[in-house]
């Protein structure tokens, strides 16, 4: 994009500068990363939230307290929702609590969390590598087991290395039951009991069906399509967008299929399950794959399906090959499942330890090793109103009160920061000590001014010229020194 020369002042990002997806659907809004000088000239534009930290926060810092907010559901508490999008919104943002533990506090727990991260990413990276290596397994398995090592012949070819004679698909199909697809329009899903169900190219997962999701059509809609309709041990080809395969059990015996499924019924010398093993495996899947039509919905005609070469062996061959791969793939099935919940665990384990370092129990144990007790007082009082900030966001008016028309009338400006001569002349004007929701109050600060105000108390406290006590396990007192 061209920007003029205020643009590029106002847009072009800094080192250190986090942004935010400001709309995004609710589990993910308020994604962050930082921008750390790479590319040197970058900007950012309005679906985008960018946060400059505070001379006081660390910028690793602030994007940790702001994954923990995505992660535990601030960020998803506080947008609103349009449609299927929800919106961060800037304010509501803005108006959100940070916590503020002195900056050897903010180091510490930086070093902590990303010797925790790094772990977690280290594990993760090998648990992708197991799942790529087991999603690969299967179709290498049918290759080694079904071709041998052969290449794919033309139909009408014979290989005596392998007693293999090749045909085309069209032609080891049931004689009266042509490959076919199934409805085009299925009308809407009937479930009062009396629909027939059928296959969508979605429905294929891992060589089965997935009955629970099925809709269903009216009768007088499944019998203009009998032609379509299925038989047990019939092998669904998905061919738009999916190539997934899978043999029909005899519970849908007499459902149907749409347009995005292909039918293919083995003839009496092609077993079900053998001919479903070489339709994934990497070699048949390769060739649909030269042959997919379309960039939005890349599909394949039935002309295609109906000429794949199948290797024909004989019956009993094609059992043993398939029994084979059945265990492989069961095998398979068993390692990529027990991956995929190592990985679920391993990021609900990132999401806790997120929230934890950056204003849960681990960030307490930092700030109370690193900084003491009262200082881990202060910062705790915005710790432990997260949640509560964010839940009472939902509860805000949307329409402001009027203003007052009467002459005279002032307008109260809040202050967007303080120093420690200003907190200190408050607290010394004061006639008791305050507490510090008060004492910010008192100094007409705004929300933004929360940084300068704890980096003020901070100061003055190892100038020793306030006294901070607590009477209790909730309230802190302050007051300037003697």
Not at 241 to 264: D, H, K, M, Y
Request: proline share 5%.
């Amino acid at each position: 994009m061209s920007f003029d020369v205020e643009a590029r002042a106002k847009y072009r990002l800094a080192d250190g500068d986090i942004l935010l997806c400001e709309g995004q659907s609710r589990e993910l809004v308020g994604r962050a990363a930082m921008y750390r000088s790479e590319p040197d000239e970058l900007y950012f534009q309005n679906t985008l939230i960018r946060f400059r930290a505070h001379h006081e926060i660390l910028p690793e810092f602030a994007l940790l307290v702001f994954r923990a907010y995505q992660h535990s559901g601030v960020f998803s508490e506080i947008a609103k929702a349009t449609t299927n999008i929800a919106h961060l919104g800037l304010r509501r943002f803005q108006e959100l609590p940070f916590p503020l533990p002195p900056r050897i506090t903010q180091e510490a727990i930086i070093d902590c969390a990303r010797d925790i991260q790094s772990s977690i990413d280290a594990t993760l990276t090998a648990m992708s590598n197991i799942i790529r290596t087991a999603t690969d397994l299967p179709g290498v398995a049918r290759n080694l087991l079904i071709l041998e090592g052969v290449e794919i012949g033309d139909p009408g070819d014979s290989d005596s290395r392998v007693r293999v004679t090749w045909q085309q698909a069209a032609d080891v199909v049931a004689e009266d039951s042509p490959i076919v697809y199934g409805i085009l329009q299925p009308g809407p899903d009937i479930d009062d009991g009396s629909g027939i169900p059928y296959v969508r190219g979605q429905d294929l997962q891992d060589g089965f069906i997935l009955q629970d999701q099925l809709r269903r059509t009216s009768q007088s809609i499944a019998r203009r399509y009998e032609r379509s309709s299925l038989n047990p041990g019939d092998v669904l080809l998905g061919i738009i967008r999916s190539l997934r395969v899978a043999v029909v059990p005899q519970e849908l015996s007499g459902a149907n299929i749409t347009q995005g499924t292909a039918r293919i019924r083995p003839g009496n010398d092609l077993d079900s399950s053998y001919l479903a093993h070489w339709l994934s495996s990497e070699a048949a899947q390769g060739w649909f794959r030269s042959r997919l039509r379309g960039i939005d919905m890349p599909g394949l005609n039935l002309r295609d399906v109906r000429q794949l070469p199948v290797p024909v062996r004989d019956l009993n061959t094609q059992r043993q090959i398939a029994e084979a791969l059945n265990e492989v793939t069961a095998a398979h099935q068993s390692v990529l499942r027990d991956a995929q919940s190592a990985v679920g665990r391993l990021q609900g384990l990132e999401r806790e330890f997120t929230a934890s370092c950056a204003f849960g129990e681990m960030a307490r144990w930092i700030t109370q090793t690193t900084a003491g007790e009262e200082s881990e007082s202060l910062s705790s009082r915005i710790l432990t109103r997260v949640k509560e900030a964010a839940s009472k966001q939902q509860k805000k008016p949307t329409s402001r009160p009027p203003r007052s028309s009467k002459k005279g009338s002032k307008r109260i400006s809040l202050k967007s920061s303080t120093n420690p001569e200003a907190v200190l002349a408050a607290l010394q004007e004061a006639s008791a000590p305050l507490e510090p929701e008060h004492l910010f109050r008192q100094l007409a600060l705004a929300d933004s001014a929360v940084d300068s105000f704890y980096a003020a108390l901070r100061e003055l406290k190892q100038l020793r010229q306030i006294v901070i006590v607590r009477p209790n396990d909730t309230d802190v007192k302050i007051s300037a020194a003697k």
